[in-house]
Nanobody, 121 residues
Framework: QVQLVESGGGLVQPGGSLRLSCAGSGSIRSINDMGWYRQAPGKERELVATITSGGSTNYADSVKDRFTISRDSAKNTVYLRMNSLKPEDTAVYYC???????????????WGQGTQVTVSS
């Protein structure tokens, strides 16, 4: 059994900061790419940022220079530091990872349950 558990969401004022965490647990052999996606009410889920096992990162244009993705491979954890938050960043944020189970040699895509981020005064 493998799962991703997110934490760190909440309510923050415009211009504020939050840090999201997502930890993988269970029978994990290795984790390839990890990332964060978000879904606002009435909108499709969209990519926020991704990070490879080698540390290469990719960001949506809307969050560049404000958000930073990082990972601690020893802890099977990915982070998203969000600065200068705007009301339009309000969404449910989902963690995503390509995880190789101990019983396999091929990656499977996993999603976390989501954590709500609300930016409002």
């Amino acid at each position: 059994q493998v799962q991703l558990v997110e934490s760190g969401g909440g309510l923050v004022q415009p211009g504020g900061s939050l840090r999201l965490s997502c930890a993988g647990s269970g029978s994990i052999r290795s984790i390839n790419d990890m990332g964060w996606y978000r879904q606002a009410p009435g909108k499709e889920r969209e990519l926020v940022a991704t990070i490879t096992s080698g540390g290469s990162t990719n960001y949506a244009d809307s969050v560049k220079d404000r958000f930073t993705i990082s990972r601690d491979s020893a802890k099977n954890t990915v982070y998203l530091r969000m600065n200068s938050l705007k009301p339009e960043d309000t969404a449910v944020y989902y963690c995503n990872a390509e995880i190789v189970h101990r019983s396999s040699w091929f990656p499977t895509n996993y999603w976390g349950q989501g954590t709500q981020v609300t930016v409002s005064s």
